[in-house]
């Protein structure tokens, strides 16, 4: 989708790119879902900014300007940060990136129903994108 760039020793240079992955076919799961994330080539797929970017999609934090504000759902403590300190604060904090996790997952990952999974009496949305 682009480049990353950054100044090193005070030139523009490329760091990483940043991708859309989709997933054509699936055993486990439905089948053309796509995400998108930046892999850096000194480091690899960024996870910690690939979590912030779940977070703003599904309201997990607010934002205001480049501040970011999470409430933690067990003691309601605001952690207020950039997203510059995204990664810094997931590494102090071990409870806290638990939790994000798990509240991820919850949101994000598409759960399945037990029982009996007959397509036939599957419903099916047809989206006309």
Do not use: H
């Amino acid at each position: 989708m682009g480049k990353i760039k950054a100044k090193v020793r005070g030139q523009d240079k490329i760091i990483g790119i940043k991708v859309r992955c989709q997933v054509i076919k699936n055993r486990i799961g439905p089948p053309l879902r796509s995400a998108d994330f930046d892999i850096y080539f000194d480091r690899g797929i960024d996870n910690y900014g690939s979590w912030l970017g779940v977070m703003k999609e599904y309201d997990m934090v607010k934002q205001g300007g480049a501040w970011y504000t999470y409430v933690d759902t067990e003691t309601g403590e605001e952690f207020k940060f950039q997203s510059k300190d995204f990664v810094e604060l997931m590494e102090d904090r071990t409870e806290v990136r638990d939790q994000i996790y798990e509240t991820i997952c919850k949101e994000a990952i598409v759960q399945y129903r037990s029982g009996n999974l007959d397509p036939e009496d599957q419903e099916i949305e047809i989206s006309s994108e």
